[in-house]
């Protein structure tokens, strides 16, 4: 993904009202990718879930703007952490790299809602 697919000019993004999945499908703390396509253009993104918060992000790295988990896991085994396989980042919950060759760097967030126990776009 370029760093185009990750900002709101990205025609893959999906609108406001898209149905994601079910707060019970998350984890807690746990997360869920999400890919679309429009033509040749990609967006991935993904939902975090901590207790009844769930957070949305771009699923792309700010040191080399690939996926974090290319298996969909996100959270590091001890449930504090997010984490990029690519190269070991850590990112704290709220999307700030804590430690890695991104340290600083922020995830791009992708709001989202919660409404009757659906995840949606918003």
Avoid: S
């Avoid at 709101?8 to 679309?36: I, M, Q, S, T, W």
């Avoid at 033509?39 to 957070?55: E, I, S, W």
């Amino acid at each position: 993904m370029n760093t185009d697919d990750a900002t709101d000019d990205n025609p893959a993004r999906p609108p406001a009202g898209v149905r994601l999945c079910a707060v019970d499908e998350l984890k807690d703390p746990g997360a869920k990718g999400f890919h679309f396509r429009e033509d040749l253009r990609l967006f991935n993104g993904f939902v975090l879930r901590r207790g009844d918060t769930v957070t949305g992000f771009v699923d792309w790295c700010p040191h080399v703007g690939w996926p974090l988990d290319v298996y969909e896991q996100y959270v590091t085994r001890d449930g504090r952490h997010l984490l990029c396989t690519g190269h070991g980042a850590l990112f704290n919950f709220d999307g700030l790299c804590i430690a890695g060759p991104c340290e600083d760097d922020h995830l791009v967030p992708w709001p989202v809602e919660v409404r009757d126990g659906e995840v949606f776009t918003a």
